[in-house]
């Protein structure tokens, strides 16, 4: 008899946005006049820019015009090549070590495919909930008994302690996610973090997979806007990027990985590269991303495109500023916010993420996403999310008067 | 140190269309006045259709305009209505039973997360590599000597013997892959095929995928459009379809499965909802597929597109009998051909399909696929397909006396 993957039966905590849906839901049914203001789920708040909707139109056009087949599986050299062009390059990266992908969720999950179940993987906790279930879905670690721990995942911390960031842990291990600027808690890793970072990998061979979703909102000085700023990360880190939030793509599903040729891992007695594998994968797995969403990436790395995408990253980040500020002046503590439009809001003492914020939702009116949807040690913090427009902003912050 | 996945090795073979690729590169250079048919990999030849241009351009024009976010991970509602609608509402399929994805390859691996490794796995040989692939990758199977079979698949021989299509093996198996019309035999199975492979799964609890990407060229009475339209089908099988052939979306990349709620599998003592699995992966591991590329599917299944599309469909069809017919014509042997664009051409005796496929390709300046490629049972054959214009069918034709 056909058996279903035992190990989807360890993920005991339901996916976290579906429910927040839920309770938004009823809350709207309760109060049927009253606004409820959206910082949940960080979705953009902004149409797409008129040179990306003028490069993806034409495409489509283009399409009706002559025939646009099967692209290639890790994605169009246009597309590599102004990754390079745009950035990139300047760090010693080649347009064959950009693999196109459809999102960084998606890289981040299946770049497990090419790893060893026996590796040891460190995830920082709270961080975004698919690293951890994909690990668990693929049983790379064995049931966690109630409310405790996986015992086979490393967790780095992301608490007041370490700064609401993770950092390198006392043993070894194999593979470790890291998210920076990260999400939830709104902080960046520095130059000198990324540094530390990069020797531990090296100490224990290990790789380093960095989610670099929110690159585009890094303005402090001393955070790189990429880890190959840094030297030696070339050897042991893929670095992710996606579309969606530098250029609004969350609908047009657009992202990249950076795999350094490199980057070797053991293979029995050898050491195989990482790059070779992700190709493999990737030809055996996919057909690639649309045609036309291509051509709108490519067209949004451009300068004209530049500009106004910016315009948008920087109204986020005025936003975050806004709320961040509102909250401090109502005596609130938060962090975060700076270098990311998510803000991490600690809950008053003794209160836990799910009543604060099923408080803010019934009585502000205000929708958040609880800490602890995010690991057990987001616990006593909710993310408030910047994308959001100025009058909603404005509007939080009164509101925050009914505390 | 990091680990990679160990079972990567186990595939020896290269992927076949690179490899493709590279001969007909050789070929070009050496021959660089000759013009080369290409019946190679099945791609579209036509361009999108206007009324599928204009949904297209207009779901783009739209995200210029308002703001389009993250879409539902298992699909929209609108384009699983209209798959229910233009069709397999017929079947008693919901639209809750209708999960978008970006194309057929995707879901024929990615199904297989949500399965125990230890099932055992029926593929049909001849197959599209991807089936298999997907499975060694997945450690699945151990390695296989040289030359020799993986020893834990069960092979489905499609064969002069089979008919060319897969036949229920004597012994029970739990996971069946079936590509119906088949690639790259060209064969379709009929209603009785479809009730002995029905009949098999209920008797051993086994679970069929089934690959329908060629569905819509099927024009024989006896060959079901759906292996839904076959009494129990709903129990045991999942149906995969595309765009990609329907509607000419290769580069546009959308395509869906269907998994009825009603399927079970074994987990520890319990049975349990793949329906609920899939669902499970899809939002954990995905962020869906573009707007736009879901509103140009949503268009294709209009029946004004419909009739645009199937005029391109009736022009395959066409290409395909003109080039069986010239083949026969010329005393060969040849399969397939009349529910699906490919003809499995039989290689003249003694003839290996890699020597025949060389052959056809530096003295006829043909390009087809070799069988060996699509496993070690498609060898004696080469696959031509029909994805051409008529200009260079009739011109195959000609060259075919210089055979």
Chains 1, 2 share one sequence.
């Not at 149409?47 to 399409?63: G, H, N, Q, R, Y």
């Not at 990998?201 to 303005?219: G, S, T, V, W």
């Not at 029995?268 to 045609?291: C, F, I, M, P």
Request: aromatic residues 10%.
């Amino acid at each position: 008899m056909s058996k279903a993957n035992p190990h989807y039966q360890k993920i005991t905590r339901e996916y976290i946005f579906p429910i927040i849906d839920k309770e938004l839901e009823q809350v709207r049914e309760e109060h049927p006049n009253k606004k409820i203001l959206n910082f949940g789920v960080g979705d953009i708040v902004h149409p797409l820019k008129p040179s990306i909707v003028k490069a993806l139109t034409k495409a489509c056009t283009e399409m009706g015009e002559k025939v646009v087949g099967y692209g290639p599986s890790t994605g169009y050299h246009f597309l590599k090549k102004a990754v390079i062009d745009s950035e990139y390059g300047k760090y010693g990266i080649k347009a064959s070590e950009v693999f196109i992908s459809e999102g960084t969720i998606n890289d981040c999950v299946n770049l497990l495919d090419i790893l060893d179940v026996d590796n040891e993987i460190a995830i920082p906790d709270p961080a975004y909930p698919s690293y951890l279930d994909a690990a668990i879905m693929d049983g790379r670690t064995r049931a966690a008994k109630k409310g405790n721990d996986f015992p086979d995942i490393i967790y780095l911390p992301c608490t007041e302690e370490t700064g609401f960031l993770p950092r390198p842990p006392k043993k070894g291990c194999d593979v470790i996610y890291l998210c920076s600027p990260h999400n939830p808690t709104g902080m960046a890793l520095t130059r000198s973090d990324y540094e530390q970072w990069i020797d531990y990998a090296k100490e224990h061979d290990a790789l380093i997979i960095l989610d670099a979703a929110y690159e585009c909102f890094i303005r402090s000085d001393n955070v790189p806007k990429s880890i190959y700023e840094v030297k030696g990360a070339k050897d042991v880190a893929i670095e992710l990027r996606t579309f969606s939030k530098s250029a609004g793509f969350t609908g047009l599903r657009c992202a990249y990985s950076i795999v350094p040729e490199a980057i070797k891992a053991k293979l029995g007695k050898e050491d195989v590269s990482l790059h070779k594998l992700w190709t493999q994968r990737q030809n055996a797995k996919s057909n690639g991303v649309s045609y036309p969403v291509q051509r709108a990436a490519e067209a949004s790395l451009s300068k004209k495109a530049h500009e106004e995408t910016t315009e948008d990253i920087e109204d986020y980040l005025i936003q975050t500023k806004r709320l961040k500020d509102g909250l401090r002046d109502h005596g609130q503590t938060c962090y975060g916010g700076d270098d990311c439009p998510y803000i991490w809001w600690k809950c008053p003492e003794g209160v836990s993420s799910w009543d604060f914020f099923r408080h803010l939702l019934n009585e502000l009116h205000l929708l958040c996403i609880p800490g602890a949807g995010f690991g057990k040690r987001g616990e006593g913090y909710v993310r408030l999310s910047g994308f959001t427009n100025e009058e909603a902003a404005k509007e939080a912050v009164k509101r925050l008067k009914k505390l």
